[in-house]
């Protein structure tokens, strides 16, 4: 029987605080060993895999809800479910990188205007802000 491993010894091998393992058991994302009469709670090793799974999903901007999801399809045989969260996440990504783009080619063009205009009184940037 494998001996398990202490809370600290999964947050290290994961490469997480305590705390986030702590977390993620009150949002049931990991499941909280029983705790011994005379012991430490002790995890078996598929807890670290569980925790990184947590993390590179976070990574990929999935949500502790939308983690859940996944983790309730990690058996393997819901592909087509799990594509489809892709899908919907890279949905959101696209328009989040769409409103990026927008605001960096503004602030381009403010800067560049600032640059124009040199030690003017009125700062293009300030005026654009303050709708002048």
């Known amino acids: 029987m494998e001996k398990g491993l202490t809370i600290g010894q999964v947050a290290d091998a994961a490469g997480v605080n305590v ?7 009150r949002r049931r994302l990991l499941e909280k060993p ?11 090793g598929k807890a670290v895999a569980r ?32 594509r489809e969260l892709a899908e919907k996440k890279l ?4 328009v989040r ?7 960096r080619g503004a602030l381009k063009a403010l800067i560049a ?4 205009r040199g030690g ?6 300030i005026a654009t802000l303050t709708g002048h």
Not at 63 to 68: I, K, N, P, S, W
Not at 98 to 103: A, F, I, P, Q
């Open 19 to 25: 705390e986030t393992i702590r977390f993620y058991q």
């Open 34 to 44: 029983a705790k011994p009469s005379a012991g430490i709670r002790r995890y078996m």
């Open 51 to 82: 925790v990184r799974f947590i993390k590179r999903a976070q990574q990929l901007g999935f949500t502790l809800d939308e983690v859940a999801n996944l983790l309730a399809l990690e058996d393997g045989r819901n592909c087509k479910q799990a």
């Open 91 to 94: 949905t959101l990504v696209e």
């Open 97 to 103: 990188l769409s409103d990026l783009n927008r605001m």
């Open 113 to 116: 205007e600032c640059e124009a």
């Open 120 to 125: 003017r009184l009125t700062c293009p940037m």
